[in-house]
């Protein structure tokens, strides 16, 4: 029988959220439930190829909030986090061929993430999530964009500055935004997680207050237990 193909996972990161213990928690969860091969790919700010800066330079990514290697959230031209963008190079480092999922790695599976890459775009678009404002879980089918002559390299992407909000204006533009995707694979904060947790396969720990401990109280309470009791599991794992 013939191996099944790896389930292409790119995570949007940063070294914070890796020393937290946010990407292991993440990967372990991922690792847990799957039913396929996986391959995860951490394109994580500062790390080769992902250093960003104010504004470019030296082919770094242009985020408009780097300073000195660290991270400010500012008004106007900045990214919301120092990785923000990153999940839009995601057909080009496919090699625009098969289907990716992009994660923020503040995010918990509860779930098979094969059904998760299972549920790939329309063939009349490109890019599914939830809304065209939540795009921190996506369904990518990378060869969708091939040969799109409007859709940005990824020299051009870093150059840029550009904002999430300001890409999917573009894909919304070009009709590659499939939006049906299911809250149920994005619930912030554990808002359906509260009174629902048997529906929910994904939860994303939106609110952290830098640099406070991991994640913030902000989340509610079962789902903040749920992550904090997945860390535990994972470190009586790594322990045997």
Not at 83 to 97: G, I, K
Request: net charge negative; hydrophobic share 35%; with cysteine.
């Amino acid at each position: 029988m013939a191996t099944p193909k790896p389930i292409h996972i790119f995570i949007g990161t940063d070294r914070w959220q890796r020393d937290s213990g946010a990407e292991s928690v993440l990967e372990h969860s991922i690792i847990k439930h799957t039913t396929c091969p996986v391959e995860i790919h951490w394109m994580r700010s500062g790390d080769p190829g992902w250093e960003i800066s104010e504004n470019g330079q030296g082919g770094t990514w242009a985020a408009g909030g780097a300073i000195a290697g660290g991270w400010v959230k500012g008004r106007g031209m900045t990214w919301g986090t120092p990785f923000s963008c990153f999940r839009f190079a995601v057909p080009e480092l496919m090699n625009f061929e098969g289907t990716a999922i992009y994660l923020d790695a503040d995010m918990l599976l509860l779930d098979d993430i094969a059904k998760l890459a299972d549920l790939t775009p329309s063939s009349r678009h490109g890019y599914k999530c939830v809304s065209a404002a939540r795009t921190d879980v996506s369904v990518i089918d990378c060869g969708w964009f091939k040969d799109k002559d409007w859709w940005p390299s990824l020299a051009m992407m870093k150059s840029t500055r550009c904002r999430v909000f300001e890409y999917m204006r573009m894909l919304q533009h070009y009709n590659a935004l499939d939006t049906t995707l299911s809250p149920q694979w994005n619930d912030i904060d554990g808002k359906l997680y509260r009174d629902h947790p048997e529906d929910v396969k994904l939860i994303h720990y939106s609110h952290v207050d830098y640099p406070k401990e991991w994640p913030h109280v902000k989340t509610c309470v079962p789902a903040a237990e749920r992550w904090f009791a997945e860390k535990a599991e994972m470190e009586r794992s790594n322990a045997r």
